[in-house]
């Protein structure tokens, strides 16, 4: 460790008396900082807290020491750090922690405003923070309200970028050559364009969503294109409970809940291109559907159905409609089970069970 001057010497003993108070500290800012972000519904890739260490300190003490009258000069003793996938997190959170501690305005920076060249992986949110007492507060400890603390706040890759430079010694102090200086600063901007993209992505997705969301309730089920979002959208109509129940009833059986987003291959492989096209699949199908299931329980004591068993009887009945035979039914098995030889002997079974009915005789 470097030699220091009495007043250097001076604030590291008060570093050493203070480092079980801010300690204590970095976990009540960790635990609210977690409980904030769950309670907000906010998702990041990561928030952790570090003390600084003896050495650490006396290094910076070594350097400018003088600028500092003690240890509450210093306002990143303790030091937090939050990384979002998402730029507009970054404000989400922001926000957030303006509302929980007491922010130093003066000493607090917002380096993505400083549009540097080369600043990309130095964009983060620096915020300078108290414990208010309406937070926290433990009067044997009144210290913990009175140390400030350093919030960061930053992307993935704003963080990854830093990561890089740091390894690199692009911001070391130590000039690099010209030529690898030019491409790191192009890279910057790559990195930057892509963390404005995902961002501008997200938004619209949400926006598709709530329009899908909106299209479903109004019954405009036509002007819907099939897709994941599109089907996850119309189950929660949940358009096959009323067949569902027709059939728990031939046994008296309970239903179990299962997800039926797998079944979205099938409908688009039986030429599903809309949420009105797989409407209408369910609508012309349904009776059919029935009387399988009828055929499927109706000699057994089976008191558990799952909730894909509308839905299945309706894609079973469409397949046979369409002439795909026992082909068909061995392809639908095997994008719902993985591909097995039981799903052979479940098509030959299921085309026995459909064999008798009247919409087979209609189509052969």
Same mark, same amino acid.
């Given at each position: 460790?470097?030699?220091?001057?009495?007043?250097?010497?001076?604030?590291?003993?008060?570093?050493?008396?203070?480092?079980? @108070?801010?300690? #204590?500290?970095?976990?009540?800012?960790?635990?609210?900082?977690?409980?904030?972000?769950?309670?907000? %519904?906010?998702?990041?890739?990561?928030?952790?807290?570090?003390?600084?260490?003896?050495?650490?300190?006396?290094?910076?003490?070594?350097?400018?020491?003088?600028?500092?009258?003690?240890?509450?000069?210093?306002?990143?003793?303790?030091?937090?750090?939050?990384? =979002?996938?998402?730029?507009?997190?970054?404000?989400?959170?922001?926000?957030?922690?303006?509302?929980?501690? *007491?922010?130093?305005?003066?000493?607090?920076?917002?380096?993505?405003?400083?549009?540097?060249?080369?600043?990309?992986?130095?964009?983060?949110?620096?915020?300078?923070?108290?414990?208010?007492?309406?937070?926290?507060?433990?009067?044997?400890?009144?210290?913990?309200? #009175?140390?400030?603390?350093?919030?960061?706040?930053? =992307?993935?890759? $704003?963080?990854?970028?830093?990561?890089?430079?740091?390894?690199?010694?692009?911001?070391?102090?130590?000039?690099?050559?010209?030529?690898?200086?030019?491409?790191?600063?192009?890279?910057?901007?790559?990195?930057?364009?892509?963390?404005?993209?995902?961002?501008? &992505?997200?938004?619209?997705? /949400?926006?598709?969503?709530?329009?899908?969301?909106? +299209? @479903?309730? /109004?019954?405009?089920?036509?002007?819907?294109?099939?897709?994941?979002?599109?089907?996850?959208?119309?189950?929660?109509?949940?358009?096959?409970?009323?067949?569902?129940? #027709?059939?728990?009833?031939?046994?008296?059986?309970?239903?179990?809940?299962?997800?039926?987003?797998?079944?979205?291959?099938?409908?688009? *492989?039986?030429?599903?291109?809309? +949420?009105?096209?797989?409407? #209408?699949?369910?609508?012309? /199908?349904?009776? *059919?559907?029935?009387?399988?299931?009828?055929?499927?329980?109706?000699?057994?004591?089976?008191?558990? &159905?799952?909730?894909? @068993?509308?839905? $299945?009887?309706?894609?079973?009945?469409?397949?046979?409609?369409?002439?795909?035979?026992?082909? %068909?039914? @061995?392809?639908?098995?095997?994008?719902?089970?993985?591909?097995?030889?039981? /799903?052979?002997?479940?098509?030959?079974?299921?085309?026995?069970?459909?064999?008798?009915?009247?919409?087979?005789?209609?189509?052969?």
């Amino acid at each position: 460790m470097e030699s220091l001057d009495l007043h250097s010497e001076f604030i590291l003993e008060q570093y050493r008396e203070a480092l079980p @108070v801010v300690s #204590r500290l970095k976990e009540i800012v960790l635990s609210t900082l977690r409980d904030a972000i769950n309670k907000n %519904g906010l998702i990041v890739t990561a928030i952790d807290a570090r003390v600084k260490t003896e050495q650490s300190l006396a290094g910076k003490l070594a350097l400018k020491g003088q600028k500092y009258h003690d240890l509450s000069d210093i306002t990143d003793i303790l030091g937090a750090r939050i990384i =979002t996938f998402y730029t507009d997190d970054v404000d989400r959170i922001a926000a957030m922690a303006e509302q929980l501690f *007491d922010i130093d305005w003066d000493n607090s920076v917002d380096k993505r405003r400083l549009h540097q060249l080369d600043s990309f992986g130095y964009n983060s949110l620096h915020y300078i923070c108290r414990l208010p007492e309406s937070l926290y507060r433990d009067p044997e400890q009144p210290q913990l309200n #009175r140390i400030r603390f350093e919030l960061q706040l930053r =992307t993935t890759l $704003q963080h990854a970028w830093a990561a890089i430079n740091h390894d690199t010694g692009y911001k070391s102090g130590v000039e690099i050559p010209r030529e690898y200086m030019r491409q790191m600063n192009r890279l910057a901007g790559m990195l930057e364009l892509a963390d404005d993209e995902f961002s501008r &992505i997200r938004t619209e997705l /949400n926006d598709y969503r709530r329009r899908v969301q909106q +299209l @479903v309730q /109004n019954g405009k089920l036509d002007d819907v294109m099939l897709d994941g979002d599109a089907f996850r959208s119309y189950l929660q109509a949940r358009p096959l409970d009323k067949l569902n129940k #027709r059939i728990a009833a031939i046994n008296q059986a309970e239903i179990q809940e299962v997800s039926l987003v797998h079944y979205l291959s099938i409908l688009c *492989d039986l030429g599903c291109k809309t +949420l009105g096209d797989v409407n #209408r699949l369910i609508t012309d /199908n349904t009776e *059919d559907a029935y009387r399988l299931a009828r055929h499927q329980l109706g000699n057994t004591d089976l008191d558990i &159905i799952s909730s894909a @068993v509308g839905l $299945q009887n309706v894609c079973i009945v469409s397949i046979l409609k369409q002439g795909e035979g026992k082909k %068909g039914l @061995v392809r639908m098995f095997d994008a719902l089970n993985g591909q097995t030889p039981q /799903n052979e002997l479940l098509a030959d079974l299921t085309y026995t069970q459909a064999a008798a009915l009247p919409f087979m005789k209609e189509h052969n």
